[in-house]
Each structure stands twice: as C-alpha cells, then as structure tokens.
C-alpha cells in the first residue's frame, strides 16, 4: 500500500477516500445510466432525438469522487452517449481489472473497437468518443482549432494538474505519487511547503488558460464548452478542499460551463463536491 501523507493520520489513503459521501451512498454504487444533457423537449427536433437515441453505450469503470473521472462522466452526459457506469471503488488493483489495465486508472471505457478492448487517460477517452460519433462540438475537426484544444488538454494534464495533485491530495486523503515530499517520510513541515509551493503555483497556468486559450471567448471552444474547457472546470471543482480563491474569471467560467451543460455537469460534480463536504467535515471533526 502507498505511503500517503493525509490528514486521517494512520489511514491508508485508500480506505480514507473509499468512505462514500451522504450523497454517493444514497444512489446505487454501480451501473448507473448516464442521461443525455440534451432535454427532449416538445420543440425537439424528431431527427436530433433519434440520432442522440442512437449513440450506442458506454461501458465506462469510474471513481465518484474523481475530477478525472467527473470529467468523462460529464462529457459522456452532454454529449447523449449512454454510459453504462461502475463504480471501481476498491477494485483498480484487483488482478481482473489489472488483467485489462495494467496502469490501474479510471476513468476507463470498454470498447470492442479498441486494439486492446480498454482505453484510458480521460482526455484520450474523449478524444476517441468524440472523433467515434462525430462530435465535432466538442472537438472541432479543423485542424487549428483542434490543435488548440490538444494543447489546451496537454498543458492541464502535464502542467496544472500536477500542482492541483500536489496541492489537494494531502487534504482529500489520495496517494500522492512517488518521490515526492508528500509521498515520502519528510517532517510534516516540509510537506506542508511543499503543498503550499504547489498552490502558490496554480495561478500562473490558470492565468493562461484564460487569456491565452480563453482569449476572451466564453470558452476554449469558442461559444460552446469543448472537451478543454470539461476537462479544466472540472479540475477546478478539487481547489474548494483547499479554500483555494480562484479568481472572479474562473467562477463565473465554472457557473458558465454548469449552466450551458446543466445536469450533465451538475450531477456528476455532484459527486466530487460532496466528497470534498465529506473530507471536510472530518477534518472539522479532528480539529
Ligand atoms: N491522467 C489520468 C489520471 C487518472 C487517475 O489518476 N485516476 C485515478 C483516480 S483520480 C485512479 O483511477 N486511481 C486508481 C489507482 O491508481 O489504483 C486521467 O486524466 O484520466
């Protein structure tokens, strides 16, 4: 089991983030259906309703309390791809699903289309629905604009997400990787400046996102969210376990993304956000 430097002294990290929320706990653990964000309403188009009825299932292995999971999860939603979700709570080292997935990582889609049966890495995971079903709203096909959104994604996964790793996961009780200070056996005091280090270092990356990628557009994609702008209002929602004050643009460009997608957004975030309630209760609790 992975040393991990988390607030539930003791712990092992794993268990800690296993406990479910008052929320999570209510609805069933696993294979739930994802429902399109699209609302069929009585102005619906006949032919926009059977084509959303027709994208075929997902069959998608997802942790609830997860940003990266929540970002597929609410892609998979807008998107009117019916996912057939499990909950992988516990199982991602087990040998069935390491059998499949030697990188033990969720989220993870099933697909008999794919080389290897299994795909994962979430941006990939959109990447490869989007381009499957032609959902060129959320990932344009012209090359420039695509290359935009790559990029986008490429810097949140290798450059923001590190430090929002760094900075979160003590708190939310996740492994941090290995290596690092917050992994190893360093005095508490050296963690603690690390962590803040890596706070203190969001707010460069987060600046570019907005106006180099943003470049005063609603979204990265333009007028609409694109898989980018997911996957960042998603990675975002782990900062509230910090009290992390995100800037006015950022909140309002959050609300924007919840609003334009709706429950597809909100139910899963749902989840992430009752997680991050749970793990700070608990730390009221330890005082
Ligand atoms: N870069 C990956 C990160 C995936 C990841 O770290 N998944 C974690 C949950 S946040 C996981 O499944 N961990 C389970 C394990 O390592 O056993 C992505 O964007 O999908």
Redesign the pocket.
């Known amino acids: 089991m992975a040393k991990t430097a988390t607030n539930n002294a003791g712990k092992p990290a794993?268990k800690a983030a296993a406990k479910p929320t008052a929320k999570a706990a209510a609805k069933p653990a696993a294979k739930t259906t994802a429902k399109p964000a699209v609302k069929a309403t009585a102005k619906a188009a006949p032919r926009a309703k059977a084509k959303l009825a027709k994208r075929p299932g997902v069959k998608l292995s997802m942790?609830k309390p997860?940003?990266?999971?929540m970002?597929?999860r609410v892609f998979a939603r807008a998107a009117g791809l019916d996912a057939a979700e499990t909950d992988?709570w516990g199982q991602?080292?087990s040998p069935e699903f390491m059998a499949r997935n030697p990188?033990?990582?969720?989220?993870m889609i099933e697909d008999k289309g794919l080389p290897r049966g299994v795909l994962?890495?979430?941006?990939a995971?959109m990447q490869y629905l989007s381009n499957k079903h032609g959902l060129e709203k959320f990932y344009p096909k012209a090359p420039a604009k695509r290359a935009m959104i790559d990029s986008a994604m490429f810097y949140l996964?290798g450059t923001l997400?590190p430090y929002v790793a760094r900075a979160t996961y003590p708190l939310l009780g996740?492994?941090q990787y290995a290596g690092e200070v917050g992994h190893s056996d360093a005095h508490p005091d050296k963690k603690s400046e690390a962590q803040k280090a890596a706070m203190a270092a969001i707010a460069e990356p987060l600046e570019v996102f907005h106006s180099f990628f943003r470049d005063g557009k609603p979204f990265i994609g333009g007028k609409n969210p694109s898989i980018a702008d997911i996957r960042l209002a998603a990675t975002l929602e782990f900062l509230a376990v910090i009290d992390y004050v995100l800037p006015k643009w950022a909140k309002d460009y959050v609300a924007a993304i919840e609003k334009k997608l709706g429950n597809a957004y909100s139910e899963p975030a749902g989840d992430v956000r009752g997680y991050i309630a749970y793990v700070k209760s608990q730390a009221k609790v330890q005082g």
């Not at 997860?66 to 999971?69: A, C, I, T």
């Not at 990188?103 to 989220?107: D, E």
């Not at 994962?120 to 941006?123: A, F, P, V």
């Open positions: 794993a942790l997860s940003v990266n999971n970002t597929v992988a991602t080292r990188a033990h990582l969720t989220p994962w890495e979430s941006c995971i996964v997400y996740f492994p």
